[in-house]
């Protein structure tokens, strides 16, 4: 397997804006059947108060990624490497006590099934109380359930004076998530992981919480990392985007310009199989043909050759042989052999470009 | 959450009369004629009879069912002669409420038989709870945190050699190399907590390890699945995520989850060992209700065995109805209304 040596000159000059930056992270697991690289050699940079959208199939390496900036991996029978740098400091490498400092203030999660995210045995208000008081030491009980009330009214919960005691299981799907971001931003994180935040409410609720993300963003200038299969999320909320296949980032640019002109096959794969609202409508969904790859076995060369309908527009078998590296297009990264002329025959054919919703986001 | 507990109380009534009803029945199976048993050798067929009669053997089932159950409300008196009461006190047996019934055989009511026994029975039990609970419970937990690891092995394998020998085996070998042999503890003998505490406690430690042994593998298993389980839920990543440190992890997220469901289990095994250890008392000599049991079983002492099996039902359902109201304490998620 090549390493990417190319991602410390194509990512994004380290300006004083960016607040995490990942490095040729690599999280192994070693199984039975193999080693499953679940993260090999990814990087990426976000910025304070933008908004990283990560997209790509189950299986694809983006939670993983993101537990690993958590540092939930430690302990575990896990291999890691690379470096996770939030704000200058290398999350690999400090202290068991300083991640738990840091765990929680300045990163917090929020996740996919709040439901099971959340102690069924102890009052929302309690957790929240809980995270808050774990942080500031000082704080007393009565503080910490002030500060906690005001939380859950800020994320829209009504009545909060009285549902802070409540159970989870006595609150909705949609108010849980809101539990959970009010417990994640008690602490004005620098960093919000967001891992599946909506895919496991119904839509207007997925929406409400997205439009709360966005205003609490702004309100507290976080950066976002935001997980999800699904590129309306990432394109209503993103500001960048990133697309993992087989454990690596295989496109990255900004948001607008990743819609418009893709660079990357399973990029058009992802995009062509979202239904569209300005197109004739189709008899069914175009899916990406075949399966995810295993893990343990990658495909040799581009992981993405066996489904990929355009490996033939390259010359030779390089597609199969030749691992590509991260390339430059303009303003984005693509793992593509592709030349922008073939990418060109393409777009006649075979895609249409999409035009950001609304506009204004 | 008190109408919880009086419906509760009242299905566990009605289970306790079905029980005495079918424990009746059985009583009624028997080829045995309970009146042979008041006289032994001196019996002759009127004597038979008139014992038959004194002790109400020759009623219907029903009726003298119901006289037990009424036994169990007011108390009874055997026999149950006004005019022998009047003539000749001293040979009527009073039986105050709850009156369990009357052994001829031993010329005893059952609740005096009982008496002496169950806070023998009962200390046993309690001594043995505690120390399976913590090992178990303990070595269960230890274990689930080692996952894979040699002391994870080396403890479920201890818990598991201990489950494999037969109770008697345990017992006799504590008994004869710890107590005789090294003399480490004094003989075991049970001596009443209110008279000595410190000599009530190393009395029971030898037959307390015994039962504590045995059920010591059954705890460490359960405990470390659940711990397992816990430990794999969403809600740990969350309490991690926080920034929690590993010992509020463990003990508020993790324990609090996986031990509610071991609270079930304990309180039934407590509440059958009270009622009675049948091998332990025996091997170590304890005078307590299993002891009781076997001898009321294997001489045909009828009423003994219904005392027993009431008694012992009423444990069950007790411990069930108190397991059932901290689990509402518990777990939240329990509807109580």
Known sequence: ??????????????????????????????????????????????????????????????????????????????????????????????????????????????????????????????????????????????????????????????????????????????????????????????????????????????????????????????????ITHDLGVVADIADDIMVMYGGRAVEKGDVFDTFARPKHPYTWGLLKSMPRLDEVRKEKLDPIPGNPPSLINLPTGCAFHPRCAYRDMVPGSRCSTEDPQLFQFGKQQARCFLTEEDRAAVAENDMKPVERRGGDK | MFAYIIRRLFSGVIMLLLISLVTFILFFATPVNPAQLTCGKNCTPALIEQNAKALGYDKPMIVQWGDFLKGVVVGRDFPDDKALAKTHPELIAHCPAPCLGYSPLNSATVNDELKPRIPVSLSIAVVAFVLWMIFGVGFGIIAALRRGKFLDKFLVGLALIFYSFPSFFIGLF????????????????????????????????????????????????????????????????????????????????????????????????????????????????????????????????????????????????????????????????????
């Open chain 1, 1 to 226: 397997m090549t390493t990417e040596t190319s991602s410390l000159t194509l990512d994004k000059a380290q300006g004083s804006d960016v607040l995490l930056s990942v490095r040729d992270l690599r999280v192994h697991f070693p199984t039975d059947d193999g080693l499953v690289k679940s993260v090999d050699g990814v990087s990426f940079d976000v910025a304070a108060g933008k908004t990283l959208g990560v997209v790509g199939e189950s299986g694809s390496g983006k939670s993983v990624t993101n537990q690993a900036i958590m540092g939930l991996h430690r302990g575990t029978n896990a291999r890691t490497s690379g470096e996770i740098l939030l704000d200058g400091e290398d999350l690999m490498s400090v202290s068991e006590s300083r991640l738990r400092q840091l765990r929680g203030k300045d990163v917090a999660m929020i996740f996919q099934d709040p439901l099971s995210a959340l102690h069924p045995y102890y009052t929302v208000g309690n957790q929240i109380m809980e995270a808050y008081r774990v942080h500031h030491p000082d704080a007393n009980r009565r503080e910490a359930r002030e500060k906690t009330i005001d939380m859950l009214s800020r994320v829209g919960i009504p009545n909060p004076k009285v549902r802070v005691d409540s159970y989870p299981h006595e609150f909705s799907g949609g108010m849980r998530q809101r539990a959970m971001v009010a417990m994640a931003l008690i602490n004005d994180p620098k960093l919000l992981i967001a891992d599946e935040p909506t895919t496991a409410l119904d839509v207007t609720v997925q929406a409400q919480i997205l439009e709360l993300m966005v205003d609490l963003q702004k309100e507290f200038h976080s950066a976002i990392i935001i």
């Open chain 2, 174 to 337: 504590l008994l004869q190399f710890v107590a005789l042999k090294w003399q480490l503890t004094g003989v075991p003998a049970y001596t009443p907590l209110t008279q000595n505490p410190a000599q009530w406690l190393s009395g029971l430690i030898l037959p307390a390890v015994t039962l504590a042994l045995v059920l010591m593998a059954g705890y460490t298993r359960l405990t470390r699945a659940f711990v397992l389980e816990s430990l794999g839920q969403d809600y740990l990543r969350t309490a991690t995520a926080k920034g929690l440190s590993r010992r509020a992890i463990l003990f508020k997220h993790t324990l609090r989850a996986a031990l509610t469901p071991i609270v079930t289990q304990a309180g039934l095994d407590l509440a059958i060992l009270a009622g009675g250890t049948i091998i332990t008392e025996q091997v170590f000599n304890f005078q307590g209700v299993g002891k009781l049991t076997v001898q009321a079983a294997t001489t045909w002492d009828l009423p003994t065995t219904v005392g027993v099996v009431i008694l012992l039902s009423t444990f069950v359902i007790v411990s069930n109805l108190i397991v059932d109201i901290l689990y509402g304490v518990i777990d939240p998620r329990v509807k109580r209304a």
